[in-house]
Structures are given as C-alpha cells and as structure tokens.
Nanobody, 125 residues
C-alpha cells in the first residue's frame, strides 16, 4: 500500500514553468513504477509521463515530449514532473499514480492501482 500526495500546481502564464511533486508514503517506493496523468475539464484522464523504478526508462505523451520531464528521487520517496513551455491546453488536474505490478513502465491508467488526489494546473494565455 502507498499513499500519494501531489503538490506544486498553480496558475502560470503560457510559456512559463512549474514543477509538480508527488510524495509517497509507505514501503518500497523504489520498487514502484510512477506516472503522471492529467484530466482537463470535460475530458477523459490522459497519460502524461511514466518512469521505471530505477529511473532508467521513461515514456512521454507526444503532446508533452520535449517540454516535460519526469524524474524521481527514491531516497526521498518523491516523483517529479518538470513542466516547461506551458501552453493553455496543458490546463488540467494532474494526478500522480503508482504501480507495483508493472514489469517496467506503462502508459495505461488501468495498470496503476494507487492515485493521488490531484493538483490543479492552470495556464493562462
């Protein structure tokens, strides 16, 4: 079992940056695959990025590739999402997710059993 808590959301102008954090409590954070998803108003939840337990492998959605960077610090039991060159279409609630069952990494929300409550990101034009 792991509890996830996101932070770092807020209001930013287009072109700006934010760094989201996902603090995990519970055992063996280093064994979990971590991911970020987002849900815009009126839209379905969508995949943003994922990182393997070691940090060696990452996958990004095409819409954020080159602008967002996912990382993790296993010593601090925290995952991060650095978001640069933000666009109004990045406006959404961002959710951190964790899975202990994925062999490496996955972009499917169905593979993640643990979810945070979300942090809101608003990008103004």
């Amino acid at each position: 079992q792991v509890h996830l808590e996101e932070s770092g959301g807020g209001l930013v102008q287009a072109g700006g940056s934010l760094r989201l954090s996902c603090a995990a409590s519970g055992r063996t954070f280093s064994s979990y695959t971590m991911a970020w998803f987002r849900q815009a108003p009126g839209a379905e939840r969508e995949f943003v990025a994922t990182i393997s337990w070691s940090g060696a492998r990452t996958i990004y959605a095409d819409s954020v590739k080159g602008r967002f960077t996912i990382s993790r610090d296993n010593a601090k039991s925290t995952a991060y999402l650095q978001m640069n060159l933000l666009k109004p279409e990045d406006t959404a609630v961002y959710y951190c997710a964790a899975s202990s069952t994925i062999a490496t990494i996955s972009d499917s929300s169905y593979n993640y059993a643990y979810w945070g409550q979300g942090t809101r990101v608003t990008v103004s034009s």
